[in-house]
């Protein structure tokens, strides 16, 4: 019996512990942690840094309203634009900064309409499930937020759809839920063209991409991209709950006093795990990253892509996308996994997604793909 609502299909076991990149069972089984939570511990369990950061600002506060001047808010915004001129938001996720993306595009351009993409996923409140396309997670919500529609993901077709009375076009870099699709360069390129030649805001959704994840701070900087919003969570602190809108100063007065809030957003202590998060993921932690990745991109294609059940991979950095052929249900994988000693994902299109914890050594990688491999050479095709 349990009193928890139905919602989430879990595993039968509780992850009781962590350290680096090994999570403990609540029957002392360990794993080798290929998901970071969920693209969220991208520094991996009990960071000492992060750590220490909470602690200490846990002896001095761990709330305060936003009625009051907050330092480490300022810090952690600096830290996330570069001081470049844009404002940021704090929240408490993903979908609170999609929420809070889609409203501000809607108050300063005095538009309604947005033009998100297939495959999407935004998230589950009102606003940002209305930007998300699976039909599967909507169903019994209706009706939805109006004024949404969607285009087909790095279509120049698409491109016909970016029309004046569009308030803002929402994309991923790469669609996390989606199936781990990445978006071409050039057609990002001519989306961010069209935008500026019709006065349509661009969003980037970052919540999955960002914090280092695919070598860059945020994944739309290897496409040199310049977008009006973009949004920030997961990996952010690390853990603990936060989320951020980041939009151009040009949209600030759109967000005057009373237009928008959260209680908890850029709470004292999410903000202190944040600061020591974006100080430690500096320009030699993202190019460790990005050499980490090309070695973990090497040894998928020598040793996984040729196996006969695998279909492709996609995805870019250490956000990455095995995609199964269809009579291996990739549920079954991810348990097979599971007793092999390795935690996974899955993701849409039958895709076993891998996001593991950016500190994760070259030699801890082999092991995971090693092991994939060898859960995978276990199955068979009919």
């Not at 680096?20 to 000492?48: A, E, F, R, W």
């Not at 889609?102 to 297939?118: C, N, P, Q, V, Y």
């Not at 932690?285 to 990745?293: E, G, I, T």
Request: charged share 15%; glycine share 10%; net charge neutral.
């Amino acid at each position: 019996m349990t009193a928890l609502f139905p919602n989430y299909q879990r595993f039968n076991f509780e992850i009781v512990s962590g350290q680096s990149i090994t999570l403990t069972d609540n029957k002392q089984k360990q794993y080798l942690d290929l998901t970071s939570g969920i693209g969220v511990c991208n520094l991996g369990y009990n960071h000492p840094i992060v750590k220490t950061a909470v602690q200490k600002q846990l002896n001095l506060i761990w709330h305060t309203s936003n009625l009051y001047q907050s330092s480490l808010q300022e810090e952690v915004a600096s830290l996330l634009t570069n001081d470049n001129g844009s404002k940021i938001f704090f929240c408490n996720s993903g979908t609170e900064a999609n929420e809070a993306a889609m409203k501000l595009a809607r108050k300063a351009t005095g538009k309604s309409k947005i033009l998100a993409f297939d495959h999407s996923f935004h998230g589950r409140t009102y606003g940002a499930l209305s930007l998300t396309d699976n039909p599967g997670i909507k169903k019994g919500f209706g009706p939805l937020v109006p004024e949404i529609s969607f285009a087909e993901y790095n279509s120049p077709a698409a491109l016909k759809q970016i029309t004046t009375d569009l308030a803002a076009v929402i994309l991923e870099i790469i669609q996390g839920e989606g199936g781990l699709k990445a978006a071409d360069g050039d057609w990002l390129q001519a989306v961010q063209a069209k935008c500026h030649e019709k006065g349509v805001l661009l969003i980037i959704d970052e919540v999955q991409t960002g914090i280092g994840r695919t070598g860059k701070l945020f994944a739309y900087q290897h496409f040199n991209l310049d977008p009006d919003i973009v949004t920030s969570a997961k990996g952010l602190a690390n853990g603990l709950p936060v989320g951020a809108m980041i939009g151009k100063e040009k949209l600030a007065a759109a967000f005057g006093p009373g237009s928008h809030g959260s209680t908890f957003g850029g709470n004292p202590l999410a903000m202190a795990a944040a600061k020591a998060v974006l100080e430690t993921i500096d320009q030699a932690f993202l190019d460790d990253v990005s050499q980490k990745a090309d070695f973990c991109w090497y040894y998928l294609q020598k040793e996984i892509a040729v196996l006969p059940m695998v279909t492709g991979i996609s995805g870019r950095g250490l956000m990455i996308g095995i995609h199964l052929d269809p009579k291996i249900p990739v549920g079954k994988v991810i348990q097979q996994l599971q007793q092999a000693g390795v935690l996974t994902l899955s993701s849409r299109g039958n895709t076993l997604r891998l996001l593991p914890p950016l500190i994760i050594t070259g030699s801890e990688l082999m092991q995971g793909i090693n092991i994939i491999k060898n859960v995978l050479e276990t199955m068979t095709v009919h």
